[in-house]
């Protein structure tokens, strides 16, 4: 970390995800523009780990810094706000590190007070089902030693092929003033265990909620259909997980039939897309 920092914050633990998308927007004003005088986002992407390939595909980018920071957010496990700072230090941008100093402390400090938040409890949607070694340590910010598992407050169920959508989601709940903790499968669990136990343990005790994002390509996934039946069979954690369905596109396939008692929260209608976000926050920051 820069050695002029001085903070009563152990920024060198806080994951980068703590940033929300004001600051992250604030880091492109400084480093997007190519200068031929001070470091911009080239220089911060190379002391990331990103090869000259994927530098030079960044470059078609509208806002190259935002995306090295999400795509080092999701395959870094060290990419930390800490490790950032001292990058923004090594390329000699102190200049960013000092406008953007409050602001930074400021977004980790709430970080680390909903950390400190008590656990929500769901003991109605308790299957018994005794924890074993199997379903500890399942997670990137799980406790290796078995103590206090990773909570999050929605499981989203989701196709690759919709990933994109799912990116977007990550920035518009976690990296806001809304600071959710999304549990998504490809960028949050650990390699090497059993999908089917795994899942059903980030949904059953990990999850309060569970977010379903449907497609024609969601229909067809064993997967999806997996956890969308799994969760709807807790009882009676079916009223209280409030499984909440997404639409983001038109669809070709009748939506599925087992969720349509469900109230569907719709981004394919522009008339209310300006609310789609806030409500669907809402809904997941509900007790």
Request: one cysteine or more; a negative charge; charged letters at 30%.
């Given at each position: 970390?820069?050695?002029?920092?001085?903070s009563s914050l152990d920024l060198g633990s806080?994951?980068?995800?703590?940033?929300?998308?004001?600051?992250?927007?604030?880091?492109?004003?400084?480093?997007?523009?190519?200068?031929?005088?001070?470091?911009?986002?080239?220089?911060?992407?190379?002391?990331?780990?990103?090869?000259?390939?994927?530098?030079?595909?960044?470059?078609?980018?509208?806002?190259?810094?935002?995306?090295?920071?999400?795509?080092?957010?999701?395959?870094?496990?060290?990419?930390?706000?800490?490790?950032?700072?001292?990058?923004?230090?090594?390329?000699?941008?102190?200049?960013?590190?000092?406008?953007?100093?409050?602001?930074?402390?400021?977004?980790?400090?709430?970080?680390?007070?909903?950390?400190?938040?008590?656990?929500?409890?769901?003991?109605?949607?308790?299957?018994?089902v005794p924890r074993t070694p199997e379903r500890?340590?399942?997670?990137?910010?799980?406790?290796?030693?078995?103590?206090?598992?990773?909570?999050?407050?929605?499981?989203?169920?989701?196709?690759?092929?919709?990933?994109?959508?799912?990116?977007?989601?990550?920035?518009?709940?976690?990296?806001?003033?809304?600071?959710?903790?999304?549990?998504?499968?490809?960028?949050?669990?650990?390699?090497?265990?059993?999908?089917?136990?795994?899942?059903?343990?980030?949904?059953?005790?990990?999850?309060?909620?569970?977010?379903?994002?449907?497609?024609?390509?969601?229909?067809?996934?064993?997967?999806?259909?997996?956890?969308?039946?799994?969760?709807?069979?807790?009882?009676?954690?079916?009223?209280?997980k409030r499984l909440i369905p997404v639409v983001?596109?038109?669809?070709?396939?009748?939506?599925?039939?087992?969720?349509?008692?469900?109230?569907?929260?719709?981004?394919?209608?522009?008339?209310?897309?300006?609310?789609?976000?806030?409500?669907?926050?809402?809904?997941?920051?509900?007790?």
């Amino acid at each position: 970390m820069s050695a002029s920092w001085k903070s009563s914050l152990d920024l060198g633990s806080i994951p980068l995800r703590a940033l929300n998308i004001n600051v992250r927007k604030r880091l492109g004003l400084f480093l997007n523009p190519r200068n031929t005088v001070a470091s911009d986002w080239m220089s911060v992407a190379e002391n990331m780990g990103f090869s000259y390939l994927e530098i030079k595909n960044y470059e078609d980018c509208q806002d190259p810094t935002r995306k090295i920071l999400e795509d080092w957010q999701s395959r870094c496990p060290g990419a930390k706000v800490g490790k950032l700072v001292s990058i923004l230090d090594n390329v000699d941008r102190k200049d960013v590190v000092e406008d953007l100093r409050d602001l930074i402390e400021e977004d980790c400090r709430r970080y680390i007070e909903r950390q400190n938040e008590p656990p929500v409890q769901v003991p109605e949607v308790d299957s018994c089902v005794p924890r074993t070694p199997e379903r500890q340590g399942i997670t990137l910010e799980d406790d290796p030693q078995g103590g206090v598992p990773e909570l999050f407050d929605a499981f989203i169920c989701y196709c690759l092929s919709d990933f994109d959508f799912v990116h977007e989601m990550i920035q518009q709940l976690e990296q806001t003033d809304h600071k959710l903790k999304l549990c998504v499968f490809d960028r949050d669990v650990l390699p090497g265990s059993c999908v089917w136990t795994i899942t059903s343990e980030l949904i059953e005790k990990r999850c309060k909620r569970m977010v379903v994002v449907i497609s024609d390509e969601y229909l067809d996934s064993d997967a999806c259909d997996f956890q969308t039946k799994f969760a709807l069979s807790l009882c009676p954690g079916a009223r209280s997980k409030r499984l909440i369905p997404v639409v983001y596109r038109s669809m070709k396939k009748p939506f599925p039939s087992i969720l349509r008692f469900l109230t569907v929260c719709d981004y394919t209608r522009p008339c209310t897309q300006s609310w789609f976000w806030v409500r669907l926050a809402r809904a997941l920051s509900l007790p």
